[in-house]
């Protein structure tokens, strides 16, 4: 008979100690493997979302955290808005406010100047976003076409954006007027929704009241593991027209809203073109790509006015990564690298411990001719099973139980856990890990069992 078969045999002999011990090892491997999962996924999320395609975002006065995970991850709420008329300060080029301007109509002041920052984003862009609705769980963003026709996204932030269905939506369209939008794969898988189909914004809050106006959707995006998947996008001309969403005038010292001020334009049926003027529009971030090296000094400009800021969403995510993120990893890799230290301790115990009982046994197998060494090497080859089994359990319930922390990850990262899309390359360790703990735990019992004297035994 061979050694594996001998070790097998004693394992399915005390076949109770060892499925709790092969458990108790289960366990911890688990934990290891759902740490790895989860926080390696998270950190895949900020990673990939950090090459978003932009320079900077510039939204009111507050927090930059907040202005970057509203903007960028979809989470948290909007901080303030900025008037429509500061967003086209942005715009490239020497002409392009006044082009705004004469595109959109309504009051600015001085619309044949160029935009004061027009000179540091010249070569580059500036895109409006408009936010704080939602379309059922997900978070409804207001933009223009150039969202999807500009930005890129992927590790190198390269990848254009595709369409698994229809198409970007339009400035105005003969059929659908301002209102077309573009839904991200995971909107349109949760919510079965398909081309042609009409979404309706709730106004404020996630199931707040709804607006009357839906849009229609001409676009699905493939999937891009960015937030852009749990985004709702619309026309922001049609945003504008919605219910509640016309800027009222403001006093400008204390800021308090003049009654009677917000009041759209009058529309004749959903297909007119009027739009809403530039002076009741409002943004709530602008995403901006600089033109060159020289607009870096902008960010401090923009920082020292009265009512904006200008962040960096790469040099913000990476502070989360390396000051919560990986420290937070760390900790709790360390804890439950100790379960399974404390699981190799219940190997050695229990092998341990039956080693009184099989000391006869052991006497009559080397009677029969088995070496010192053979005893050795089945009492290694138990522990080892035992690590090895419990481990390889442990890997496949940490990756089925992965998927179940999506309800808490995805409304607070933004990061989605599958089954085995977020397998780890450190859990490649995870095998001659186990091989070596088995080892570890199981090298007292045997040397106890190569110390059994024939004599004494029998």
């Known amino acids: ?197 009409d979404i309706f914004a709730s106004h404020g809050v996630e199931g707040g009241e709804t607006h009357d106006d839906g849009f229609k959707i001409v676009g699905i995006l493939k999937p891009t593991g960015t937030p ?41 049926g959903r297909l007119s073109k009027v739009r809403l003027p530039i002076d009741k529009r409002e943004v709530t971030a602008i995403l901006v790509r600089l033109g060159g090296p020289a607009g870096i000094g902008m960010q401090k400009q923009v920082n020292k006015s009265a ?4 962040v960096s969403p790469i040099s913000v995510l990476n502070q989360l990564l390396e000051f919560f993120v990986k420290p937070v990893k760390f900790g709790l890799f360390i804890l439950t690298s100790l379960v399974c230290v404390v699981s190799a301790i219940g190997i050695l115990v229990s092998i341990y411990n039956s080693m009184s009982e099989r000391k006869r046994d052991i006497a009559v197998m080397r009677a029969l001719g088995a070496s010192r060494d053979h005893v050795t090497a089945i009492i290694l080859l138990e522990s080892t099973m035992i690590a090895v089994i419990g481990g390889v359990a442990g890997w496949l319930i940490g990756h089925l139980v992965g998927p179940i922390s999506n309800a808490w990850t995805k409304n607070t990262t933004g990061a989605t856990v599958d089954i085995w899309s977020t397998v780890s390359s450190q859990e490649l360790w995870l095998v001659p890990g186990m091989i070596f703990i088995g080892i570890l735990a199981g090298l007292i019992p045997a040397i106890s069992a190569y110390r059994t004297s024939v004599v004494e035994s029998l």
């Open 228 to 268: 852009n998947d749990r985004g709702a996008f619309v026309n922001i001309e049609g945003f504008y027209l919605l219910e509640g969403h016309v800027a009222p005038d403001r006093d400008l010292i204390s800021g308090i809203e003049k009654r009677g001020t917000a009041v759209a334009p009058e529309r004749e």
């Open 1 to 197: 008979m061979s050694l594996l078969r001998i070790a097998i045999r004693n394992l399915w002999y005390r076949k109770f100690p060892t499925f709790l011990t092969m458990f108790s090892m289960s366990l911890g491997v688990a934990l290891v493997v759902l740490v790895l999962t989860i926080s390696g996924q998270i950190e895949r999320t900020f990673e990939q979302t950090g090459n978003v395609g932009y320079n900077l975002i510039v939204g009111a006065k507050g927090s930059s955290v907040q202005l970057v995970f509203n903007t960028v991850l979809f989470l948290s709420e909007p901080v303030e808005n900025v008037p429509y008329s500061y967003y086209m300060e942005y715009l490239p080029g020497d002409d392009a406010r006044r082009k705004e301007y004469e595109r959109i109509g309504g009051v600015l002041a001085e619309p044949e100047r160029k935009g004061y920052y027009s000179s540091f984003t010249k070569g580059g862009f500036a895109i409006p976003i408009c936010m704080g609705d939602y379309v059922g769980p997900f978070r409804c963003i207001g933009t223009t076409p150039e969202y999807f026709n500009t930005l890129k996204h992927g590790n190198e932030g390269n990848l254009p954006y595709e369409f698994a269905q229809g198409r970007n939506f339009v400035d105005y369209s003969e059929e659908n007027g301002y209102f077309e939008a573009v839904i991200g794969s995971q909107v349109a898988a949760e919510m079965q929704l398909k081309l042609g189909d």
């Open 307 to 310: 009512f904006a800021i200008a």
